[in-house]
């Protein structure tokens, strides 16, 4: 017996392939959620009363004796002047003050705060999505970010402890989104179409990313920082009531859905029986045993440090070193992103082909996918700690290591269904609980070495530590990483427990409905 839904013969399900209604549902669900996540970066550039700060810290230089910045001063060290050439020395730069006098330290905070509500859901949310339903998670994932953020402005004028409160709920929630994702990818991605739907979905986090930046930058600048949040949450609530209607956990249960369609995914996976029977339990010590596992858990970490100096700090660094406007420095900012989700889409396209056709195994994809996102960010730091004041020749290396990082999502984050599709959504919880931590380091480490000291010279220091974990995670991976299905997978499964050999060419399957 199974939980099958008769299909309807709809229209929307004959028209379009119910696996990217889902794919293009969570890719925006994806770009809400990172959306919301890092429109606070943008917005603090504005919320920033930039005169007091820089007068406390001269004040402090002056008074505090010897510290890291102070030492730091001490080197010569190039001063960048705003795009055109001027020097600060005959133009007048109009500095952008907003309300909150807060330090270096208080910023780093209220931006990392964020992941430690991120930190603490993952794994018990990846069991709810894997043991209950991942539809329904991910929409819990969305609508907790929507909320807090439209409630962001009012705490945040009572003190800086109700934004704190509001990043921290907001994590909560976006650590139910990867889990969640993953858990329906493998119910719903046939083996051949594995990478390119993963990238359509986690491409949203870049097409959120950009949107995010750019809206916010708009918004801050023609309204004030506060209707970056009101706006920004309003438009977030349509996604919602989509999501709700036209998804479902796994084709079994779709209505909107072709039985051609039906039947390809489930006899793909093996699924055509599958009813609500009860999920295995994740095999605990044989999961930590598991180098594969590890290789993922490494790259994802390093990665992220790299991916979260890209996303939280690169605003920052073009306000503090290259001294652009909000205007500028929004629009520049989101200026990658677009084409790295045309990058991401056309190389998991790429890697899916070659891979059915037999060329290259799951190994050497996701393999390949990771070296290109670690590589390539890498050089490009490299060169932007000695490129100077060359204003858009830094904006255009920057945009080249964002573009590559998009290879990611082709490489070690989709991995985890490879190794162990039944408990894909807790191994990535496991993997991106330990990927937080970055997320919490890099605004902290950030603010510590950029306090009174913000020019080229301490960034180069950041910079310099994440080129470090680039090399760290390509070796990791590139050594000891696996594309194939580990045989703890089938534990508490009454199928053959053996790993499937990854170069096995897959059965062929049906022509795409």
């Known amino acids: 017996m199974t939980d099958e839904v008769p299909a309807k013969g709809s229209i929307l399900g004959k028209l379009v392939p119910a696996r990217y209604v889902l794919a293009l549902l969570g890719s925006i669900g994806m770009a809400i959620v990172y959306g919301l996540k890092v429109n606070l970066s943008v917005a603090m550039v504005a919320m920033l009363n930039h005169t007091a700060i820089k007068a406390h810290n001269e004040a402090s230089s002056l008074h505090g004796g010897v510290t890291l910045s102070n030492v730091s001063h001490v080197s010569l060290v190039e001063e960048c002047h705003p795009p055109g050439g001027a020097s600060t020395s005959n133009v007048t730069v109009k500095v952008e003050d907003g309300p909150f006098d807060w330090s270096e330290p208080l910023q780093g905070t209220l931006l990392s705060c964020y992941f430690w509500g991120y930190l603490v859901s993952q794994i018990p949310l990846a069991h709810v999505a894997e043991n209950f339903s991942a539809k329904w ?3 819990f994932s969305v609508a907790i970010n929507v909320l807090c953020t439209l409630l962001t402005p009012v705490f945040t004028n009572m003190h800086f402890g109700g934004l704190i409160l509001m990043r921290v709920l907001e994590g909560v929630g976006g650590g139910a989104s990867f889990p969640a994702m993953h858990v329906m990818i493998a119910s719903w991605a046939p083996p051949t179409e594995r990478m390119v739907m993963s990238t359509i979905i986690y491409v949203g986090t870049s097409a959120g990313t950009a949107l995010s930046i750019l809206l916010a930058g708009v918004c801050s600048a023609q309204w004030g920082w506060e209707s970056v949040f009101y706006v920004m949450g309003s438009l977030s609530c349509i996604w919602m009531l989509l999501w709700v209607i036209l998804v479902q956990d796994n084709p079994n249960k779709q209505r909107f859905i072709s039985p051609e369609e039906r039947q390809m995914i489930t006899s793909s996976l093996g699924t055509e029986q599958k009813g609500e029977g009860h999920h295995p339990s994740v095999p605990w010590l044989k999961v930590l045993k598991s180098v594969p596992f590890w290789a993922i858990l490494i790259a994802h970490t390093c990665s992220n440090f790299g991916w979260y100096m890209f996303l939280i700090e690169i605003p920052f660094y073009m306000k503090q070193v290259l001294k652009f406007n909000v205007a500028s420095n929004a629009a520049l900012s989101a200026l990658p992103y677009f084409p790295m989700i045309i990058f991401s889409i056309c190389l998991g396209k790429l890697l899916d082909s070659l891979q059915a056709k037999g060329k290259i195994s ?29 204003h858009y020749e830094a904006v255009a290396v920057m945009s080249v290591g964002i573009v590559a990082m998009g290879s990611m999502f082709s490489g070690f984050l989709s991995n985890h269904i490879d190794i162990a599709p039944n408990f894909a959504g807790t191994l990535v919880a496991l993997t991106n609980t330990a990927a937080t931590l970055p997320g919490i ?3 902290l480490f950030v603010g510590f070495v950029t306090k009174g000291n913000q020019n080229i010279g301490a960034w180069r220091i950041i910079f310099g530590v994440t080129i470090v974990l680039f090399a760290i995670e390509f070796l990791v991976f590139v050594f000891l990483g696996s594309g194939t299905e580990q045989p703890w997978n089938k534990s508490g499964s009454p199928k053959d427990p053996e790993a499937k050999d990854e170069k096995t060419p897959l059965k062929e399957l049906p022509t795409k409905p």
């Open 137 to 139: 998670v991910m929409l």
């Open 441 to 443: 380091v890099v605004p």
């Open 362 to 390: 799951t190994t050497v994809a996701r393999k390949t996918a990771t070296s290109i996102c670690t590589l390539i960010p890498g050089v490009c730091l490299l060169v932007l700690c000695y490129i100077g004041c060359l």
